[in-house]
Every structure is written in structure tokens, then in C-alpha cells.
């Protein structure tokens, strides 16, 4: 009863972590362990967890810098036109 409760809570983590999965499909060493003794599915997702979260994706870093920096100079703008509002525009006449 035990393994079978072991084998539902690895298929639940596989389904629930797709690319958890392919990494495990990589090596066949893994496969064959994890066939052995499902329960040790939660020590493999663990290592696979803190490889690959704990780097950068420097790529979303990038993007999310580049969103706050226009935002900020649209905001900026519009602080300067707030404190300036003796400055018109000059090309109408």
C-alpha cells in the first residue's frame, strides 16, 4: 500500500513539473532509481529545484528593466510638465 501511495505522489510531481520530468528522462540512471524506489522522486525534485531556480534568467531581468525604465521616464515626464506648466508649446502660434 505504501509504494502505491509513493507511485501517485511521484506521477502527481511529474505531471505537475513537466520540465522537472524531461530532466529526469535524461539520464537513464535516474529513471532506473526512481523505478526502484518512487519515493525518492521528492529528493530528485528537490536537487532539480535549487539547480535550476537558483540561477538568473537574465533574459525576463532584462525585459523587466527595460519596462521599468520607460515607464519611469514617461512618469518623469509627466512630473516635469506638472511643475512646469508656464512652459508652452512653442511651435503654435
Do not use: C
Request: no cysteine; hydrophobic share 30%; aromatic share 8%.
Amino acid at each position: 500500500m505504501r509504494r502505491r501511495a509513493a507511485r501517485r505522489a511521484a506521477n502527481k510531481i511529474l505531471r505537475e513539473n513537466p520540465n522537472f520530468s524531461k530532466w529526469l528522462l535524461s539520464d537513464s540512471n535516474r529513471v532506473k532509481e526512481i523505478r526502484a524506489n518512487p519515493e525518492i522522486v521528492q529528493t530528485w525534485h528537490q536537487k532539480w529545484r535549487e539547480q535550476n531556480f537558483g540561477k538568473l534568467n537574465l533574459y525576463n531581468l532584462t525585459e523587466k528593466t527595460r519596462r521599468a525604465n520607460e515607464w519611469l521616464t514617461k512618469v518623469q515626464s509627466a512630473l516635469e510638465n506638472m511643475s512646469n506648466p508656464d512652459k508652452k508649446d512653442t511651435t503654435t502660434p
